[in-house]
Each structure stands twice: as structure tokens, then as C-alpha cells.
């Protein structure tokens, strides 16, 4: 590669009226290593950029991974809560049931007591009338 | 979108990511973490992220804007960056060892240059990026782009050669 026409590549490259190609070739000219002497000069420069496009982001790309759990960690617990509100209702309403059916069993239980008592009332009233039968018969 | 997906788009550029952080922030430290939370950023707007035609693009500016911001709080802290790249590696070679301080001659005088010199050197000159994504990025003007990346050259040049006639490093 001539050196005249790195030159004139020179100048439009200080004035940024380069295209890309053409500092592409500045740099590949550079690196070359056959620089002309009066042009040694500028070699750190274009040297210098190439050289810093060989520099690398060596972390991990960062992925919040943790952040998923989290949220399936809200899920599962609107879920146990839901449940928890459903079952407890129906053991509450089972409870409920119970209580109502040993309320009415009780109630129950009072009115045949005293459906006994009134029938040994009225086991009286079958003597007086067996006795008014024999009496009736004697006649 | 599953991680790999992320992954296989973000890869691509996520150097270039971290290179323009270390133009900025210089301290190596600083852009790792820099370039690190506007990936975490993406990956929590990964949603959003087919709305964008270019996400290169996109994490470029968000890269620019984030650096910017840093070093505004830094500065109105009062705080320098500390950085500890300058790590010399042992060369073996008299001439290895010269050229690739006269490197870090030109990665100095770049930290010298304003913000938005260093950024458009660094997105023309390293990273080859056209002018119309350049203007994009930066939200500038053709011409104002031009003049800017003009002068950017020519004060890295003048003060190369400045180093190279006097030979202090």
C-alpha cells in the first residue's frame, strides 16, 4: 500500500470526512507492522483502537433468577390462604351442624320426657276406667 | 422470553456495552458494575424488549445515559473515580514494552478529552459505528458529529506526538 495514499487518508481522517472503509484500511495499515517512517507517529493511535476492541465484559451476564420463586412463593401462599378459607368454612359449618343437631336432639329428648310423664297420667286414667268397666259389669 | 433467548441477543454487544462504560467511568471496577445493571435493566424490561428495533441501540444509550448520570453524582460528590488499570504486565521485549506504553500514552490523552469526544472516538474509531447511529445515539446533529469526532483526532494526535518528541509518558 502506498504510503501517499495513506496520506491523503490521513488528512480526510483528521477532518472525519473518512467512510468506514477507509478507516478500516488506515487501521489494517497500522497494524500491518510496514509502517512508512514518517507516518510511524501515528501507529499508537490506530494501534491503540484496535486494540481496545479486543477488550471483554468478563462477568457473568447477570439473570435475577431468584426473583421467580418469589413470585410463585406469593402464588402458592393466596393459595394455601384460599383453601385454608374454604375448608375452615366448611369445618365451621360441620361444627354448626352438630351443635344444631345436638340442640334439637335435646329439645327432642325434653319432649319425650315429658311425653312420658303424660302418658303415666294417663295409665291413671286406664285403672279408673278397667275400674269403671267392672263396675259397669256388676250392674 | 427464556434466559438462553436473553442471552442470544445480549451477547453480541455486551462488550461494546463495557468498553463505552470504561470510556466513560475509566476505572475498569466501575464499568463492570455499570455495565452489569444495564443488563439487569434489559432483563427486567426483557418484556418490552420486541417494542425496540434496535436493542443494541437501545442498550447503548442506556449505557450512555447511566454512565453520565455516575459521573455527575460523583462530581457534585466531589469524588474521584479511583481506578487501578494501569497494571504492568512484564514484557520481555525493550520494544514491546514501548509500544504498548505509547498505548497507554493514547488511552490517557482519551481520558483527557470531554465526555462526548471520548464517546464519539470510542463509538467511530473502536467500535466502527456508522455516523447516522452515532447522531442517534448521541442525539446530535450530522455536522455537529463531524466537528466533534474531527476535533477529538486531532487533540489525541497533537498530543501524541507532543509525548513522542519529549518522550515523557
Redesign the interface.
Known sequence: MGSDRIEKLLEKYFEAATSAAEEQELRAYFESGDVAPHLEEYTPMFQFFSQAKQERYTRQVPLKTRSMPYRWLSVAAVAVLALGFYFGNQYQEQREAEYAYQQTRKALGLIAQNLDRGTEKVAHLETFETTKQKIYKNQ | MT?SE??NI??PF??K???LA?RLLISAEEA?DA??EV??KL??GKKQMHRYNNVEAFAMTMTKNFCLDRLKSKQSANLKLVHSNYAETGASLQQQVE?RN??E???RIMEELPEQQRMIL?L?????Y?YEEIEKLLDMKPTA???A??RA??A??EK??EK?RYGIG
Do not use: C, G, I
Request: net charge positive.
Open positions: 434466559q436473553f442471552l445480549v451477547m455486551k462488550d456495552l463495557y468498553r470504561k463492570e455495565t452489569q443488563l439487569l432483563w427486567a509500544r505509547s498505548l500514552w493514547v488511552e470510542q467511530r474509531d473502536v467500535e466502527a456508522e458529529v463531524r466537528v469526532l474531527s483526532r486531532k489525541v494526535r501524541l506526538l513522542h
